[in-house]
């Protein structure tokens, strides 16, 4: 009977252990989606990139990438499938904010953390968001260019697609901070080139050809600023042209480096990765219910380009 | 007689050349509407803006007049691209890279040519498939990032024989080749002659599948030099890049008087194809058109091409059918 006693007690025990332990575990072990906007954009990827670098950091995250490939249905649909699939947090990197809304909604009511992230889609209560104001990363460098662009400067344009909040906010910041304070500047070229650098090529090419001078090229992304000046980097005419980005890509760096770029706001996936994931953890953890934050977007030029090309150094992308 | 055989004479040059007509009026009207339309250094420009959606395109329009078609080109282009770069990086060597760009392309079209010839998959489905592979491992090779620091890789895109861009001169060998596999090898013949009817084709000793798949090889070539010329010219290894090039291709060959229901198309209309959607942009972008109001005249113009060259080709075919019914007519009252 003692015997028997003593067994009864050691499995009742082992037992307890046993589940205490899978409870301490299950409450550690947090389910993170990281919905993507499209993995074929290279700075989406860079931040899936560094959010899964940035999640290693953290034992109790278990994060898991989708990629929506652009589409607002298949963006909804893991949404959906985060939900029914019992993710404790999901972030949403919005393909379009709007589409994203209705979904991102059902999910709080559901009872599943979201955070928006790159761009924020805002006034959702109980949802939280990190992000880069789009504004200000275009308004920095439009404050630098109110001095510096010339009299009577002759400039092209080059925009992100249309009902794209980041291409949007971009645009109406150079507007409000540099083009309504500069009657004088005319915009001799104007035409949205869709983040793409073989596009931005494309219509520099034709501008060069429609114009006798050209002083700045104002771009909402430094891929099409890059592709621009490739159009004209062996061209003495364009010696002096002025050119703006946003983004703080590896390419933009070396360009501002070799001073042939003139300013860019940096981005930082990077920074933008690990807030997201401070902010995950915070919400999981109970240490905050709901927090809108921003990283910062510094001013990138010639002067203080050098420590920024640090940051593409670690990530491989420059050698 | 004389004046009804000048006559015909200038149907028969209306309705096979009517697209060359159109590219000279278009010619015509650009160079009014703008006085740099015909400077040297614009149609340098427009030629190596279209260089790479042309060489696309003459592949494409091989496939089409075989009855079939190539979905993935712009996908395949990209990891060609990013490979080829890859390996120039890892190699310094631009023959090696050059190579591997074009082995890329050709594996590529080689799957599609047999997803296609054994196991019968709609070219269509087949291509489609091969898109969104061929762009997956190009994105995940890359992890998605662009590949900077390319080096000495530029000169294909950005090199220069004389004057002439070098992707140009790529294009313009391509285009030869093009014209002489269609018109001057069996190859070509046969060709024609499955995509016109398959089923007769086979029944006179013509080796379909083994035609198929020869132009998707052809074509694979093709999309894989595309793929080094797109990567040198941005001057960067993007695995995001040529996303749309199918389109851009098959409104080339369509525009040329390729039929989309195989056995018709030739080289040279392919080209002036090309041409016409790179003069309309290039003139609106010249002349500041609006970037929404582009989209509708190009689509608009796109249209009044393609409809000109066919009423033009059937009025031709309902005066050849006319020409031939008056002749027996005339046989069988004489008897």
């Given amino acids: ?319 | 007689m004389n004046n009804l055989m000048t006559r015909e004479k200038w149907q028969t040059i209306k309705s096979r050349y009517s697209i060359y007509l159109v590219l000279i009026v278009m010619i015509i009207v650009c160079n009014l509407l703008n006085e740099n339309f015909l400077s040297p250094r614009n149609i340098s420009n427009i030629s190596a803006q279209i260089s790479v959606t042309t060489i696309l395109a003459f592949g494409e329009t091989i496939l089409i007049i075989g009855g079939l078609l190539d979905l993935s080109c712009g996908s395949v282009l990209a990891l060609a691209g990013v490979l080829s770069v890859y390996v120039f990086k890892e190699t310094g060597s631009l023959s090696v890279a050059f190579a591997v760009g074009l082995l890329v392309g050709v594996l590529c079209n080689w799957v599609n040519g047999i997803l296609v010839r054994r196991f019968n998959i709609p070219a269509f489905i087949a291509t489609l498939a091969m898109m969104t592979v061929a762009r997956g491992i190009a994105l995940l090779f890359t992890k998605g990032q662009n590949i900077y620091q390319i080096g000495d890789y530029v000169w294909f895109g950005q090199g220069k024989i004389g004057f002439v861009p070098l992707p140009v001169v790529f294009m313009i060998i391509i285009g030869i080749l093009t014209w002489y596999i269609l018109g001057h090898t069996s190859f070509g013949r046969s060709l024609y002659a499955v995509g016109g009817n398959e089923e007769a084709a086979r029944a006179s000793g013509i080796n379909v599948g083994r035609v198929k798949i020869g132009a998707y090889l052809i074509n694979g070539a093709f999309v894989g030099l595309a793929g080094i010329l797109l990567m040198a010219r941005t001057n960067v290894g993007a695995p995001n890049s040529g996303q749309g090039y199918e389109f851009e291709a098959l409104t080339a060959a369509i525009i040329g008087g390729t039929s989309f229901s195989g056995g018709l198309g030739t080289a040279g209309g392919t080209l002036a194809g090309a041409f016409i959607v790179g003069f309309l942009n290039n003139i609106m972008n010249l002349t500041g058109v609006d970037s929404y109001l582009q989209q509708v005249i190009k689509g608009a113009i796109i249209a009044l091409a393609v409809g000109y060259d066919m009423w033009a080709k059937v009025n031709r075919t309902r005066k050849t059918l006319g020409a031939a019914k008056t002749s027996n007519e005339r046989k069988e009252a004489k008897v």
């Fill in chain 1, 1 to 319: 009977m003692n015997t028997f006693m003593k067994s009864l007690r050691t499995v009742t025990a082992v037992a307890a252990l046993c589940l205490v332990t899978a409870t301490v575990a299950q409450a550690q072990n947090y389910k993170v989606a990281f919905i993507a906007r499209a993995q074929a954009d290279s700075f989406a990827a860079w931040l899936a990139n560094g959010i899964m670098d940035e999640a290693k950091k953290y034992p109790d995250l278990t994060v898991d990438v989708m990629d929506s490939q652009a589409d607002d249905a298949k963006e909804n649909a893991f949404i959906e499938n985060a939900v029914a699939n019992k993710y404790d947090l999901i972030i949403v990197q919005p393909n379009n904010g709007e589409a994203q809304r209705p979904y991102v909604e059902q999910a709080v009511k559901d009872g599943v953390k979201v955070i928006t992230t790159n761009a924020r889609i805002k006034d959702i209560p109980g949802s939280s968001s990190v992000d880069a104001d789009p504004y200000e990363q275009a308004a920095v460098n439009a404050r630098l260019a109110l001095k510096q662009v010339p009299e009577n400067a002759s400039v092209v344009v080059l925009n992100g697609p249309s009902g794209n909040m980041h291409a949007d906010m971009r645009r109406d910041a150079w507007q409000k901070e540099f083009f309504d304070k500069r009657s004088d500047v005319k915009i001799v070229g104007e035409q949205i080139a869709h983040w793409n650098k073989e596009e931005a090529m494309r219509y520099m090419e034709d501008w060069v050809q429609a114009n006798d001078k050209i002083d700045a090229i104002v771009s909402m992304n430094d891929n099409m600023a890059a592709g621009a000046l490739e159009v004209i980097k062996d061209d003495p005419k364009f010696d002096k042209i002025l050119a703006y980005g946003v983004d703080g890509t590896a390419e933009a760096m070396l360009l501002i480096q070799s001073g042939k770029m003139t300013s860019t706001a940096l981005q930082n996936a990077y920074d933008l990765a690990a807030k997201n994931i401070s902010v995950a953890h915070d919400l999981l953890t109970g240490k905050i219910t709901q927090i809108d934050t921003d990283i910062d977007c510094p001013l990138v030029t010639k002067d203080n380009v050098a420590e920024f090309i640090e940051i593409h150094k670690k990530s491989g992308a420059i050698k």
